[in-house]
Each structure stands twice: as structure tokens, then as C-alpha cells.
């Protein structure tokens, strides 16, 4: 398996709703990462996870909660989100060895809050 | 932190032509370099990199160029074809964190 993959593909919650969204690699990647696209905008970072461990916040509101249950999954738990949180939500993982560090992007899920 | 700035923010050329994208960087630490491919409504695709101990990589008809002393790099796309229509985005990254920080991306149009 190659490939970043990342459910669901589609989300539309109210702003009293909690939803999770869920990433997944097997190509024994290390380092996990969440990012935020606005439309026309860049990918924007907003978590890391090295060795199952978060190294990275960026300074991200609470109402977005990262969580690593092992080396191959990453979720987002999302809580109380406002309608400027839609956005394209991205997992990458990367090898974090060997000075080499491509970070690859799943498909995204689109978010939107209503 | 590091800061990257992208330009043009639009580009558009024939098909056939060549295409050239430039980045500059501000934290000199910095030494990777990667560009992403993103079509529309799809994953950014890693298409090409560069680390600070080469100059020049080509791989067809892209080629990334970097120059450390200048802190700016350029994506070069030659033969341009209407399937190379995206958005594309650098981005630079110091090895400690992993983190990458993106330019603000370039929309290029490939008209047939």
C-alpha cells in the first residue's frame, strides 16, 4: 500500500456536533501530520505526530483535538467547530528517517460547518 | 520562522511553451525543497524535490533549481502540456520538525 488514505471523503456537521475524521497509512511511515486548506489558499499546518507522539501544535483551537492510536492511524476530533472552520482537511505522512522526509498527502476530506 | 514567498500567483503560457516558477525562502537553515502538483479538488502531489547540497534535479520535463547563496529556487516545466494545468506549490523545510512551510502557490493554465 502507497497510498495516504483518509475518511470521509465528504462532512457537513452543525456547530454542536462532534465527528472524527480518520487517516491511515501502511507504508511504515513515522511522522503524521494534519493540515487546513482554505480554497486558493496553501496547505496550512496544524499538527505533527513523530513515533506516535505529538512534537507539533500550532497553536490550533482546542475545539480540534488530535489523537494517534498507533504508528498507522491518525484521527481529528472535531468539537464545537464555527462556519470559518470548512476547509479541506489534509493527512500527510512522511518516512522521518534517514534524512529523508517527502511528505505524502491523502485525499482530504472537504468539512463543512453549518 | 521561515517565510516563503511564490511568484507569479497566475501563470499562463501555451502549449509547447516553457514555464518557470520562482521561490524565494528566508531561513537560510532551511535545506529542503519540494514542489506539489495540485489539480483541482485533489491531494497536492509531490512531483519533484531538491536538498541544499544540490544544485540542480531534473526529472523530464520538470527540473528544480536552487540557489542557496540567493535563498531562491524555481520550478522549471518544459514542453508544457494542457495536463500540467494545476496549481503548484513550493515549499521549504529544516530538517528538525519535519515541518514544511508552503508558498502562497501559482495557478498555471496551459492553453492548447
Known amino acids: 500500500d502507497t497510498e495516504v488514505t483518509q475518511t470521509p471523503k465528504h462532512l457537513v456537521m452543525g456547530m454542536t456536533n462532534k465527528k472524527s475524521l480518520k487517516c491511515e497509512q501502511h507504508?511504515?511511515?513515522?511522522?503524521m501530520y494534519w493540515y487546513k486548506q482554505k480554497a486558493k489558499k496553501p496547505p496550512e499546518l496544524m499538527f505533527v505526530?513523530?513515533?506516535?507522539?505529538?512534537?507539533i501544535n500550532e497553536s490550533v483551537p482546542s475545539r480540534f483535538s488530535p489523537e494517534c492510536p498507533n504508528s498507522s492511524l491518525l484521527n481529528l476530533h472535531l468539537h464545537a467547530l464555527q462556519p470559518e472552520d470548512s476547509a479541506l482537511y489534509l493527512c500527510?505522512?512522511?518516512?522521518?528517517?534517514?534524512?529523508?522526509?517527502?511528505?505524502?498527502f491523502g485525499p482530504g476530506t472537504r468539512l463543512t460547518v453549518t | 520562522g521561515e517565510n516563503v514567498e511564490q511568484h507569479p500567483s497566475t501563470l499562463s503560457v501555451q502549449e509547447g511553451d516553457s514555464a518557470v516558477i520562482k521561490c524565494t525562502y528566508s531561513d537560510s537553515a532551511s535545506n529542503y525543497f519540494p514542489w506539489y502538483k495540485q489539480e483541482l479538488g485533489k491531494r497536492p502531489q509531490l512531483i519533484i524535490d531538491?536538498?541544499?547540497?544540490?544544485g540542480e534535479k531534473k526529472d523530464q520535463r520538470i527540473a528544480v533549481t536552487l540557489n542557496k547563496t540567493a535563498k531562491h529556487f524555481s520550478l522549471h516545466i518544459t514542453e508544457t502540456q494542457p495536463e500540467d494545468s494545476a496549481v503548484y506549490f513550493c515549499?521549504?523545510?529544516?530538517?528538525?520538525?519535519?515541518?514544511?512551510?508552503f508558498g502562497g502557490g501559482t495557478r498555471l493554465m496551459v492553453k492548447p
Open positions: 500527510a505522512s512522511s518516512p522521518f528517517r534517514d534524512s529523508t522526509y517527502e511528505q505524502y
Open positions: 505526530y513523530s513515533y506516535e507522539k505529538l512534537s
Open positions: 507504508m511504515g511511515h513515522r511522522a
Open positions: 531538491i536538498r541544499s547540497n544540490v
Open positions: 515549499a521549504a523545510s529544516i530538517r528538525a520538525g519535519n515541518m514544511l512551510t
